[in-house]
């Protein structure tokens, strides 16, 4: 089935600091990308939604400038949280869906953040 | 609108009793249906999905069946193990666009 990854799995940074998420679809070519991200003990909450070559989509409420978004290929979507602060701190989870794989998202196994 | 209800927990069992978890929907046109499983610290696994009303998705013991008439796709096992334990979430893809619905998410525990 459709594998998608997540790195770092965890990461530590400082307030202040920005850090990167990848999510890499490993095999197939995923058109549409979904950033999520998990609040202790809360359910998903969608992001953004990025289309291969466009610009996100970003759900009511999210920061565009703080929570940068790239898909420039097929297979790789970034997320970058800038100018981090503790607040920021979360599980972050990607999804993807294209080529053989429309039928429904794929999840990656997330990037736990936490912010210093 | 689309939406999704799940019981709330926590939910404690002991080892091989029966599950349940309910959950229902609310959705416009024809959804896909999903249970997800989050073990502690990791991310989401699909467990099961059902694409059709009366569909039963079905894996490792825990099975869900699509019912149109109740908006219903409940989670069931006949008898936990203590490996169980982790949060499950109900899910709803509209196939109309890209967005994916999640319940709340119900912790399990299982003790032995």
């Known amino acids: 089935g459709a594998v998608v990854s997540q790195h770092p799995s965890r990461v530590i940074c400082k307030s202040g600091t920005s850090v990167k998420i990848e999510c890499r679809s490993l095999d197939f070519q995923a058109t549409t990308m979904f950033w999520y991200r998990q609040f202790p003990k809360k359910s998903l909450m969608l992001m953004a939604t990025?289309?291969?070559?466009?610009?996100?989509?970003?759900e009511q409420g999210v920061e565009k400038d703080k929570f940068l978004i790239n898909h420039a290929s097929l297979t790789l979507s970034t997320l970058t949280v800038t100018s981090a602060h503790p607040e920021d701190s979360s599980f972050y989870i990607c999804?993807?869906?294209?080529?053989?794989?429309?039928?429904?998202?794929?999840f990656g196994p997330g990037t736990r953040l936490l912010v210093l | 609108g689309n939406s999704v209800t799940q019981m709330e927990g926590p939910v404690t069992l002991s080892e091989e009793a029966f599950l349940t978890i309910n959950c229902t929907y609310t959705a416009t046109g024809y959804p896909s249906l999903f249970w997800y499983v989050q073990y502690p610290g990791e991310g989401l696994q699909l467990l099961l999905k059902a694409t059709k009303a009366d569909d039963k998705g079905s894996n490792k013991g825990f099975e869900a069946t699509y019912r149109k008439e109740t908006t219903s796709f409940h989670l069931e096992k006949g008898s936990v193990q203590v490996s169980d334990s982790a949060v499950y979430f109900c899910a709803l893809d509209s196939n109309t666009g890209n967005q994916f619905y999640f319940g709340t998410g119900t912790s399990l525990t299982v003790i032995p």
């Open positions: 990025s289309n291969e070559g466009s610009k996100a989509t970003y």
């Open positions: 999804s993807a869906r294209g080529g053989r794989y429309q039928e429904t998202q794929y």
